[in-house]
């Protein structure tokens, strides 16, 4: 992966995480339904974050014929989708 690309998915991360942190604060403050959807929001945000830059980063490597970081990337994808039926089936 090129440097520029690094930088270009740092940069997104970044600016993620001050989204994340801005609806949570708003959320936090206004309270009741609209806060309650800001703060949801924000977790969603936080919560799929990870998973993207895997996926991101399985695209990549995939492109440039890295299979295996590839197929480590996407085995990791598979776990977290499974992590995340577990936790939505266990209520």
């Known amino acids: 992966m090129s440097h520029a690309h690094r930088d270009h998915l740092a ?3 970044n600016v993620a995480l001050v989204l994340a942190a801005t609806a949570a604060m708003i959320g936090v403050i206004l309270r ?3 806060g309650l959807a800001l703060d949801t929001i924000s ?3 936080l919560g ?3 998973a993207l830059r895997v996926a991101v980063l399985a695209m990549r490597w995939g492109r440039s014929g890295d ?3 590839a197929a480590a990337a996407i085995g990791l994808l598979f776990l977290m989708f499974i992590g995340v039926l577990v ?3 266990w209520r």
């Open 11 to 13: 940069r997104w991360t």
């Open 32 to 34: 009741g339904d609209i």
């Open 43 to 45: 977790l969603l945000l």
């Open 48 to 50: 799929t974050l990870p």
């Open 67 to 69: 299979r295996r970081y």
């Open 87 to 89: 936790v939505a089936s």
